[in-house]
């Protein structure tokens, strides 16, 4: 099993800044990809960011330019630095990390921490 743990989420205003973190721990192997989603109310989970164990980065097209996701691999740490909020990115946010067994993905969860950006 994998347990991930979230932490950072809050109240922040336009324009202002948040970190979140994600610590990953139990049978963490073979990790090949790990990143944040988020959902929004009334809306499907949507990718935010990805970052792969070799480094390699993938962001929303809305979060381009303000969000960067960080990982650190000795410490199975995840974090995701967003800049510059907008009230659109209000929303629970879900650590997530994929690992590659056998020909399978297999995908693990946190269990989210609400953002909210709001004046």
């Known amino acids: 099993q994998v347990q991930l743990v979230e932490s950072g989420g809050g109240l922040v205003q336009p324009g202002g800044s948040l970190r979140l973190s994600c610590a990953a721990s139990g049978r963490i192997f073979s990790i090949i990809n790990m990143g944040w989603y988020r959902q929004a109310p009334g809306k499907q989970r949507e990718l935010v960011a990805a970052?792969?164990?070799?480094?390699?980065?993938n962001y929303a097209d809305s979060v381009k330019g303000r969000f960067t996701v960080s990982r650190d691999n000795a410490k199975n740490t995840v974090d995701l630095q967003m800049n510059s909020l907008k009230p659109e990115d209000t929303a629970a946010y879900y650590c997530y990390l994929t690992r590659r067994i056998r020909d399978q993905n297999f995908t693990s969860w946190g269990q989210g921490t609400q953002v909210s950006v709001s004046s």
């Open positions: 970052i792969t164990s070799g480094g390699s980065t």
